[in-house]
Each structure stands twice: as C-alpha cells, then as structure tokens.
C-alpha cells in the first residue's frame, strides 16, 4: 500500500518557519524556534551530537517522524544550508529528492542518505520518492517555498507543526502564498509538550 505524504515543520507563533537570509540559521530565532528539538534524546544519536537526552512525548514524537519516512524531498534553499549544516552522516538515512534547476550527479553520504537532484518538478520527485520509499511514507522537508508547492497542486495528505513559543516578525511564512479557496483542513490531534504544541491535521481539497 502507498504511504502517506506528509510534511512536518517548527513554526513561530506568528507563522515563519526560518529567518529571511540563510545567514541568520544559527542565530537566535533559529534556535528558539528549535529549541524543543535539540535536547530530544533521538535527535541527539541520530545527529551524533552525543548520548543522553530527554526522553518524553517531544522524543516519541521526533522518532516516530524519522521511522515513517521512507523517502523525502526537499527544496534547494534547504539542501543548500543543510550541506554546510549537516555532519557527514546526514541525518535521513534514505534516498533525498532535491528539487532544483541545477544539474548535480547523486550525492551519497555515509549513513544511508543519497541526495538525488530533480530537475523536472514537483510532481516528478514525488514519484521518485514513493517508489524509493517502499510503502513507507514520504516527508516533504522542506523548505517553506517546495512545501507550499506541494500543498497548491494537492500532493499533501497530512502535515504536522510543532508550533513553538516564539515570534519572528518577518522570514520565511509557512503559508504565504497558499490557495486557500483550494485546500481544506481537518484536526486530527493536537499534543502540547512542555516545550512546544504540536498540531497535525489531515489536508482534503475543497
Ligand atoms: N522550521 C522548519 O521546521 C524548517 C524545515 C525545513 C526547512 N526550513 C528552512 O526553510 C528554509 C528554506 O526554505 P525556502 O522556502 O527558502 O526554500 P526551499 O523550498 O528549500 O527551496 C526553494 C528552491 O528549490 C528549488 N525549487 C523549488 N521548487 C522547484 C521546482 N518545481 N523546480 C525546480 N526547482 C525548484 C529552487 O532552487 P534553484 O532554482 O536554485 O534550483 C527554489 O529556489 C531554510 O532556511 C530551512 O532551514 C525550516
């Protein structure tokens, strides 16, 4: 059976998911918009940031992210600032569907993560992802301007944000641009952490 294609993100209270310029990553938006992530017990050993970690909903909930992903696809603008981010092992562990107008042969990293480069859209990416996928689900990572794209033509099924208590004022908006006469919403759950709400919905078209 198909799985599911889905996007997961940290968003600000005011809905940006990343600051303007690629030089403000690492600053201090970036890091309070993903402070509840960077403690997470999974994300600590998946990124060999070292061992220990909080274990709770927060830690359930990143590990249950990475083991439904078979697949993923990701916009330029986030493989771009992810290539100087990541360590060697880039923390996917699958094939990686890069969606861009630049020609680049794959890119395999050690770990499990190849980083393939699309050139002919959305939609065929997609297709490359489900088939590498297996049954497993796809995750759109990334970023706000490829989600959105997924979410215009209708490709989502479901997303979850892990809404976090900052505000940014400006940046990337999650949702800018979106067409709204198209896409309808329905909650599925929604699970506050100590840290953060998460809130997932399901996506049906209008
Ligand atoms: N808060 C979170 O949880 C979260 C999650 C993921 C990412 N992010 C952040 O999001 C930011 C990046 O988002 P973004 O909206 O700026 O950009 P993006 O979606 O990552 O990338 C957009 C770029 O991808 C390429 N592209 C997209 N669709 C295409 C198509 N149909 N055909 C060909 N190329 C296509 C184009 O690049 P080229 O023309 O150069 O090829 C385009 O400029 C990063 O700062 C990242 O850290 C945040």
């Known amino acids: 059976m198909a799985g ?3 996007f997961s993100v940290s968003m600000s209270l005011d809905g940006f998911i990343a600051p303007e310029s690629p030089e403000d990553l690492m600053g201090r ?19 060999k940031l070292g061992e ?16 439904r992903t078979g697949a993923s696809v990701m916009g330029k603008r986030m493989f771009d ?18 969606v861009t107008h630049e020609k680049r ?18 939609e065929t990416a997609l297709d490359q992802a489900r088939e590498a996928a297996g049954g ?3 995750r759109i990572a990334g970023g706000g301007a490829t989600i959105l794209e997924y979410v215009n033509a209708g490709l989502i099924d479901e997303f979850s944000i892990a809404l976090a208590p900052v505000l940014f004022g400006s940046g ?8 709204a006469a198209r896409v309808a919403l329905e909650p599925v759950r929604t699970e506050p952490s100590p840290r953060v709400t998460h809130l997932t919905y399901t996506v049906r078209e209008r």
């Open 172 to 179: 990337i908006r999650l949702f800018e641009g979106v067409d």
């Open 136 to 138: 497993r689900d796809v």
């Open 29 to 47: 938006q970036w890091m309070e918009l993903q402070q509840w992530i960077f403690p997470q017990r999974f994300f600590r050993e998946n990124l």
């Open 105 to 122: 042969d794959p890119w395999e990293r050690p770990g499990g993560t190849t980083f393939h480069f699309v050139n002919d859209g959305i």
């Open 52 to 67: 220990g970690g909080e274990e709770g909903r927060d830690n359930d909930i990143v590990r249950e992210t990475f083991e």
């Open 81 to 98: 600032a992810g290539e100087q981010a990541w360590p060697q092992e880039a923390p996917f562990r699958t094939p990686v569907f890069v």
């Open 4 to 6: 599911k294609v889905f």
